[in-house]
């Protein structure tokens, strides 16, 4: 299994919901990112897992919180979000270490806001 | 402050055509420097990853350049498909290799 796997691939929510995302590799890779991506700007990274331990946030509304419950999976909990975090969310994985760490993207979850 | 800059923003091209895509950087240390192609809605897909001490890399009909020296990176698409139409992203690693500096990418669109 060569991939990172995100779900759902779309989400329409309400500001009040809570909803979470899901990323998924079985890759054996010990870092993992969560980034938001706009319409037509790359990718901005929000968090860094590695070693399912949390090691970067880049000052993240605390309305998105993460978790790693263990090396093979990534979640993204959703509560009281704004119509301006409406967005393509993207997972990646890299295997932790080495010149080469090449980060392997999921196809993402687009967001929608309401 | 580390950026990479992408040129040109936007580009139109006929099937069958060659293109060139350009990325400048000013990130250090430096690691390494790939390019992924990101088709709309979707991740962006790996298409070369290269140290300091390569200069081209291929991954058929893309070939990627670098010069370290002057920190500067080319794409070039050869006899371009109507599925080479995407974003092409330019992301630059440091030392550590787990932040990435993301180019603001470049929109190609092929035309029949």
């Known amino acids: 299994d060569t991939e990172v796997t995100q779900t759902p691939k779309h989400l329409v929510m309400g500001m009040t919901n809570k909803k979470s995302l899901k990323c998924e590799q079985h890759?054996?890779?010990?870092?993992m990112y969560w980034y938001k991506q706009k319409a037509k700007k790359p990718p901005e990274l929000m968090f860094v897992?590695?070693?399912?331990?949390?090691?970067i946030n880049e000052s993240v509304p605390s309305r998105f919180s993460p978790e790693c419950p263990n090396s093979s999976l990534l979640n993204l909990h959703l509560h009281a979000l704004q119509p301006e975090d409406s967005a393509l969310y993207l997972c990646?994985?890299?295997?932790?270490?080495?010149?080469?760490?090449?980060?392997?993207f999921g196809p993402g979850t687009r967001l929608t806001v309401l | 402050k580390n950026q990479v800059e992408q040129s040109p923003q936007s580009l139109i091209i006929l099937e069958g055509k060659n293109c060139t895509l350009q990325?400048?950087?000013?990130?250090?240390?430096?690691?390494?420097l790939r390019w992924y192609k990101q088709d709309t809605g979707r991740g962006p897909v790996s298409l070369t990853i290269?140290?300091?001490?390569?200069n081209t890399k291929s991954n058929g009909r893309y070939t990627a350049t670098l010069d370290a020296d002057t920190k500067q990176s080319s794409l070039h698409i050869t006899a371009s498909q109507l599925s080479d139409s995407a974003s092409y992203i330019c992301?630059?690693?440091?030392?550590?290799?787990?932040?990435?500096?993301f180019g603001g990418g470049t929109r190609l669109m092929v035309k029949p």
């Open positions: 897992y590695s070693y399912e331990k949390l090691s």
């Open positions: 990325c400048n950087y000013t990130v250090s240390p430096f690691s390494n």
């Open positions: 990646a994985s890299t295997p932790g270490g080495g010149i080469y760490n090449e980060q392997f």
């Open positions: 890759m054996g890779h010990r870092a």
């Open positions: 290269m140290t300091f001490s390569e």
């Open positions: 992301v630059v690693s440091d030392n550590a290799g787990n932040m990435l500096t």
